[in-house]
């Protein structure tokens, strides 16, 4: 619900970024987005094709790479990768004791951009 | 030509809220994020915990999207209260607390609560310089929410549950939304309150006080 203000960030450090290595405008972003950041890439996409517009990544392409969540077991030791948003018990074992380590990502990977 | 970026997309609003920390860090406040869905009852159980509060030292800021009704029923209890209105914004970000603390009388405050947008979704995302989150859900909302909305039950220290006065007249599990939440949250405190009776309100300002005395 708040993919505006997360596109508003975006272009703010892409832009930022841009200007400082004298670039002239930008042609794709990567991204990596966590299943579980809250955040629909479908809605992300939307707002930042309507946000670009006046920026250097007016004409650029938002690629969204999903992470999904994943999770390493105190209990059992094992690691382990999930379809769910979320992780109520060890996947392998059932126990309770895991630590969640990835699919909360909001990051910009790396850019495509023309001299 | 590739350029690595590598940056976080909410550095910004992190950093701002680092900075906002270091300042009531500097002024000796507990601060506390209020969170909640709209209706589940912060600014009731603000009133509930500036009636009920001691000799806390408690200060309000009054997120909305419009209006200043909330921190209209703050100002009577005497508590020094600000409203920001978002303008739209479905929630506070670490810029608008910022802008804000000028405002306020950081020095001669023990405890500040930042009530929220009302909003299940995006404010568990925006760090604003807290110590802790807290959240409330109301018995009314359904026993599904903690699954339904996983990040604000894993980003809180504590689960208000209120409204629990209305148990008799719903088919709600109790027991579910505590299991879910705290399978989601280990950590997780659970409060049941009722704004309307004041039941349970003194265990939470006595666990608040014990919170804020510890930091």
Redesign the interface.
């Known amino acids: ?2 993919e505006v ?2 596109a508003a ?2 272009i ?3 832009s930022e ?1 841009c200007r400082k ?1 004298g ?1 002239l405008r930008i042609e794709s ?1 990567n ?1 990596k987005l966590g299943r ?3 955040i629909m890439p479908d809605a992300l996409l939307f707002a930042f094709d309507a946000m670009k517009t006046d920026s250097p990544a007016r004409d650029a392409v938002l690629m969204v790479e999903e992470v999904p969540v994943s999770g390493r077991c105190g209990g059992c030791g094992g690691t382990f990768t999930v379809q769910e ?2 992780v ?2 060890c996947p392998l074992c059932g126990g ?1 004791s895991f630590q969640i380590v990835g699919g909360r990502e ?10 | 030509m590739k350029v690595k970026v590598a940056t976080k997309i909410l550095e910004a609003n992190d950093r701002i809220a680092a900075e906002n920390r270091k300042i009531f860090d500097g002024a000796g406040v507990f601060v506390v994020n209020l969170m909640s869905g709209p209706g589940a009852g912060k600014t009731s159980l603000l009133e509930r915990t500036l009636a009920a509060k001691g000799g806390l030292r408690v200060g309000v800021v009054e997120g909305d999207i419009a209006g200043s009704d909330d921190a209209e029923r703050i100002e009577k209890y005497g508590a020094p209260v600000v409203q920001i209105n978002t303008g739209g914004a479905c929630h506070l970000d670490a810029n608008m607390i910022s802008d804000v603390l000028g405002d306020l009388p950081l020095d001669e405050l023990d405890v500040l609560f930042i009530e929220n947008v009302g909003n299940l979704v995006c404010p568990a995302e925006f760090k604003v310089g807290e110590d802790m989150k807290v959240m409330l859900l109301s018995v009314a909302e359904g026993h599904d929410k903690p699954l339904k909305y996983p990040l604000m039950f894993q980003e809180s220290a504590a689960l208000i549950l209120n409204k629990i006065d209305l148990l008799p007249y719903t088919d709600v599990d109790v027991g579910k939304i505590r299991k879910d939440a705290q399978s989601l949250n280990p950590g997780l405190r659970i409060f049941e309150v009722s704004c309307r009776t004041g039941a349970g309100i003194d265990e939470w300002v006595a666990w608040l006080g014990r919170e804020a005395e510890k930091s």
């Open positions: 619900m708040h203000s997360i960030n975006l703010e450090i892409v970024q290595g670039y972003i991204l579980a950041s809250g948003e979320y109520l018990h309770g909001l990051d910009i990977v790396d850019m495509e951009v023309s001299e």
